[in-house]
């Protein structure tokens, strides 16, 4: 019944936005079930790396398959899958952006600022948020995650401002139809 009272209606939704929610909403699941995770998932970011490079190629294997289908139509249901796999393991946002394989597995979008080009001023003494004081800072994390990382380097490419109008999309796709799409065009350009 608590989720009835008005009080709750705006976290709620707004998570449902993907926008940060501070973890004073439910301060012991996300420290006990999401920070447990998702530290996990940093501490494993070469094994992701390596899976999301092998995973990133199966989904361009099958773009016959999603341009058949018509990307617009997998998309509902792909982006149900992404929201549940990355949700649990990285406790993803659903930017439609995805920059993990650029922060060392650790989701920018967890940091209550939501910066995607490193930490602000505010980490405290112990690594943690200086808003979330038991929250790892994810940039702290992110840094030790890409240091693991074959391409670890790549946490030092400056990312773009998030683009409001692709949150709730999935990555997956797009990346795979932009890959297909640079792949077409070389394979023109090579006859041409
Ligand atoms: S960067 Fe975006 S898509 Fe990737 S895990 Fe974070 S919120 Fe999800």
Redesign the pocket.
Known sequence: MADAKPGNAAPAKKAAT?AYTPSGVSPNRRSRRSYTIRLWAVRHSRFFEWFYHRFADVFLLLHPLWKAIGYSRVEAPITFI?RNV?GLL???????????SS?GMS????CPKQLRNGPCGGVRANGNCEVEPDMPCVWVKAWEGSRNMVKGDAILNVQKPVNQSLRETS?WLRVTAQAAEAREAAAAAKDA
């Open positions: 993907g992404e990355k990285f406790d993803c946002r659903m930017c439609g952006q995805c920059a993990l922060t989701c920018p979008m967890n990555s």
